[in-house]
């Protein structure tokens, strides 16, 4: 058996969440009387997981510097990018010199408030023997589609179909030379796509339903609704 590593979280949090139409970045809407990203990082900071949490936060984004949480002692700021990878890859940057190249790091997006410690300890268990790593996610439950225009042209074998949820779990060094090599690449949505297209083969972790990304204005309502449950 292998040592056991530290684990890093890094938290992209540097977009503007147009399909929200808000008026400020989709992380900053209030939410059960805190802000969608106070209570993501609360959630990942109580986990008692991670040596330090790394934060990709927009050069221009004025509403960071005013939460008290900004200046915890374990949460790093990194200057966001153009993408999602782009901020990814930042935030590991500001981990240099602190994590080990065989160290973990779980990417976790800022807009899943919901995150669960349990959710958090199961993928570390499951995986932090793995050579590789990976996701947690959700099998899926409807009929798919294969669809153009408005016309379905295939149905979807669903049997090996599952949603990608984060946190996603790699080892530092590994995920930040695969950020690098793919680069401006759009294929790229998220962490585990930049492993695959290097050839490597991540595990998914069967996660919770109630870990939802904010992505449209209802389901700021569902979170609070899980958030409640959780209680
Ligand atoms: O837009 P979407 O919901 O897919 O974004 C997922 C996460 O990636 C969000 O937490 C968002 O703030 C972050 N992101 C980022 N930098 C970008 C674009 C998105 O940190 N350029």
Redesign the pocket.
């Known amino acids: 058996m292998t040592k056991t590593r530290q684990c890093w979280a890094v938290?992209?949090?540097?977009?503007?969440?147009k399909r929200m139409q808000a008026d400020r970045?989709?992380?900053y809407l209030p939410l059960a009387g805190k802000t969608v990203i106070e209570h993501t990082l609360l959630r990942l900071l109580g986990s008692q997981a991670f040596q330090a949490v790394a934060v990709?936060i927009?050069l221009e984004d004025p509403y960071w510097p005013e939460l008290a949480i900004a200046s915890h002692p374990s949460v790093i700021t990194a200057p966001?990018?153009?993408?999602?990878a782009?901020?990814?890859l930042s935030a590991l940057k500001a981990l240099e010199g602190k994590a080990d190249e065989r160290d973990w790091v779980l990417v976790h997006?800022?807009?899943r408030p919901c995150i669960t410690a349990d959710d958090i300890q199961h993928l570390i268990q499951t995986l932090e023997q793995d050579a590789v790593g990976g996701i947690l996610a959700l099998s899926s439950h409807d009929t798919l589609k294969h669809v153009e225009g408005n016309t379905i042209t295939a149905s979807v074998n669903r049997q090996h179909i599952w949603r990608a949820l984060t946190p996603q779990m790699f080892r530092y060094g590994m995920l930040r030379a695969a950020l690098q090599q793919t680069e401006g690449n759009p294929a790229i949505?998220d962490e585990a796509s930049a492993l695959e297209l290097l050839g490597w083969q991540p595990k998914i972790v069967e996660g919770r339903p109630d870990n939802i990304?904010i992505?449209r204005p209802e389901d700021l309502a569902l979170a609070q609704f899980y958030m409640e449950q959780q209680a």
């Open positions: 938290v992209p949090a540097a977009g503007v969440g970045p989709k992380q990709a927009s966001g990018g153009k993408e999602r782009d901020s990814v997006d800022a807009a949505t990304k992505t």
